[in-house]
């Protein structure tokens, strides 16, 4: 087709200028400078409840200084009596996309609909249960009980266009059978309405190996959460609970994160948050993601 002079002038500047904004633009991600290897750097992320003791005074001021990190990925664990559209204006201020949310058992019990309305405006793709009340230890009765329950919260979100997650807490890897309790929750759960975030500390702590779990389950475990354990703490131990002062930064402690990370590359993970509830944890993640980031130099 032949252009007069005025338009084919506006065509070729017009591509001109769309090539430069592609060679130039960015994204906000915390990643390293390319790797020689060849190897893609994972995109961190984080879960802000790493920061909820600044958070409760000040959601504002958290946000500004997660963004200086180079982090765009988040995680939320909760609103701070925020608002869904209040907090989702404070995450577009800083840059930040939710991509992941957590909410507790009485919540999908009761308002379900009510947290597929808040993910939707907060952006998130995954909804995260991190716990199953339960009294003492954690049994096959208890597990069955949670899997029907993911499954139909599952079919609700996944109808809604978004992905159900449970984040196991450690006591699901007690003895079962010829397996653990975890295995049964996911024998029982269907992977097209309910999957797995995979706490790496939690499950090492309640002794599981978590590379071998994800290499046992390759398509069941889209997020993961990284944090490190104090070399002191003896595992296992089913309890589900732990001193938060134990969390370390990445590769200070005793878990194999470099392999860790490998594996979840090459299972596939989708997002991978640090998680450091200790009360250094601000600087600690700090030292996190420069750990990562110096595995993409390997």
């Known amino acids: 087709m032949t252009l007069n002079h005025p338009l084919r002038y506006a065509f070729s500047l017009g591509y001109v200028l769309g090539m430069i904004s592609v060679c130039f633009s960015t994204a906000p991600v915390a990643r390293g400078a390319a790797p020689d290897n060849g190897h893609e750097p994972i995109v961190i992320g984080l879960q802000l409840y790493s920061l ?47 991509s992941g949310i957590h909410y507790q058992w009485g919540q999908f019990a009761t308002d379900i609909d009510g947290i597929i309305r808040d993910a939707k405006i907060l952006g998130c793709q995954y909804v995260t249960l991190p716990w199953i009340p339960h009294r003492g230890d954690f049994t096959a009765d208890d597990a069955r ?75 069941r475990f889209p997020l993961l959460h990284l944090k490190d354990m104090d070399k002191s703490v003896k595992v296992p131990n089913t309890t589900g609970h732990e001193n938060i002062e134990n969390d370390v930064a990445l590769g200070a402690g005793q878990m194999d994160i470099a392999g860790i990370v490998r594996e979840g590359e090459a299972i596939g993970v989708k997002h991978f948050y640090i998680e450091d509830e200790s009360s250094r944890s601000e600087r600690q993640i700090q030292q996190s993601i420069q750990f990562l980031r110096s595995l993409d130099k390997k």
């Open 52 to 98: 909820r003791a600044q958070m409760a005074k000040d959601v504002d001021a958290p946000l500004a200084e997660v963004e200086t990190w180079g982090v765009s990925d988040v995680e939320l664990g909760g609103l701070f009596k925020l608002t869904a559209e209040q907090f989702r204006a404070e995450l577009d201020k800083h840059h930040l996309h939710a």
């Open 145 to 219: 009980q949670a899997a029907d329950k993911f499954n139909e919260w599952g079919k609700k979100l996944a109808d809604a266009g978004l992905h159900f997650t449970y984040h196991p807490h450690g006591y699901e890897f007690r003895s079962y059978q010829d397996g653990t309790l975890f295995d049964l929750l996911a024998s029982l759960t269907r992977p097209e309405y309910a999957n797995f975030e995979l706490d790496v500390f939690w499950a090492y702590h309640g002794g599981a190996d978590p590379i071998k779990l994800m290499r046992k389950y390759p398509n």
